[in-house]
């Protein structure tokens, strides 16, 4: 890659944060819309967790390898809150096992 190409800590910084303030900005509007309409999807809850908990593990994993495989930078509060959200799903996915099995 051309050193001069390569975009700067503070431009990969930047591209960080837009992306993390998207993705809450999506998870809190598709949160409101879950609270309005609860009544309606309360059957539809359990699988709905199941495919975001999917989606968004596989999204993160393929960002992670896509920045690793361009030599991008490695900030520390992006790898930080990659390996939170990593603990955050697996303590999700249990606590849905449990009711689960609990039922």
Not at 59 to 69: P, S, V, W
């Amino acid at each position: 890659m051309n050193p001069s190409l390569a975009p700067r800590p503070a431009e990969v910084s930047r591209r960080k944060r837009a992306d993390l303030t998207s993705g809450v900005g999506a998870g809190v509007l598709g949160g409101g819309i879950a609270l309005l309409l609860a009544d309606y999807l309360r059957a539809y809850a359990i699988p709905l967790l199941l495919v975001g908990i999917l989606l968004h593990g596989w999204g993160m994993l393929d960002r992670h390898r896509l920045d690793a495989q361009a030599g991008t930078d490695t900030l520390r509060w992006s790898e930080a809150l990659y390996w939170v959200c990593w603990v955050a799903l697996f303590a999700l996915a249990l606590y849905i096992l449990a009711g689960a099995l609990g039922s």
